[in-house]
Nanobody
Framework: VQLQASGGGLVQPGGSLRLSCAAS????????MGWYRQAPGKQRELVAT???????NYADSVKGRFTISRDNAKSTVYLQMSSLKPEDTAVYYC?????????WGQGTQVTVSS
């Protein structure tokens, strides 16, 4: 299974970005999909996840600002990020679960700076 993330970039504080991550190559249904991030010098952390039934879970730090969604027909997960803060700066990674296997995308850089 391959995951291709896109949509990162440079944005000013208070701005918005939408990340996309498309999965391909899976012969089986994809269950939970998610976004994680890793800032310089820090461990990778959960941002948000969404199950096949569209149940969502968010890190406290992004609740009310970020929205995760998915298009099952396109095997794609999205992360709409609003009211961005400098502390949101990180490399954002998507992942997906297929049975007991977990697959990761290559990461996309998000930089929030004036």
């Amino acid at each position: 299974v391959q995951l291709q993330a896109s949509g990162g970039g440079l944005v000013q504080p208070g701005g918005s970005l939408r990340l996309s991550c498309a999965a391909s190559g899976s012969r089986f249904s994809i269950s939970t999909m998610g976004w994680y991030r890793q800032a310089p010098g820090k461990q990778r952390e959960l941002v948000a996840t969404i199950t096949g039934g569209r149940l969502t879970n968010y890190a406290d730090s992004v609740k009310g600002r970020f929205t995760i969604s998915r298009d099952n027909a396109k095997s794609t997960v999205y992360l709409q990020m609003s009211s961005l803060k400098p502390e949101d700066t990180a490399v954002y990674y998507c992942n997906c679960h297929v049975y007991t296997n977990v697959y990761w995308g290559q990461g996309t850089q998000v930089t929030v700076s004036s």
